[in-house]
């Protein structure tokens, strides 16, 4: 499984409808906060290791009303 972050710009004013419909229309959001500075959202996202994370983002993430722009990280380890 493949983990990975994605910082969002929503449009103005849509950032909670925005963050609702990400929860709902992905099935592969883990979770979704609402953030301060220069973007309005971060998000984690688990997609299975054959799937393209960049397709994933651009046809799935960047289709939802609301969002304006994406920074995506992906994740290496995770450390507990």
């Not at 710009?9 to 959001?29: D, H, P, R």
């Not at 959202?41 to 046809?59: C, P």
């Amino acid at each position: 499984m493949q983990t990975f972050f994605v910082l969002i710009k929503c449009a103005l004013g849509a950032t909670y409808s925005t963050a609702e419909a990400i929860m709902s229309e992905i099935e592969e959001t883990s979770e979704v906060h609402s953030i301060s500075g220069e973007y309005d959202l971060l998000a984690k996202f688990y997609l299975s290791h054959e799937r393209d994370t960049g397709r994933f983002v651009t046809d799935t993430l960047q289709q939802i009303q609301g969002v304006e722009s994406t920074y995506t990280l992906v994740a290496f380890n995770a450390f507990t």
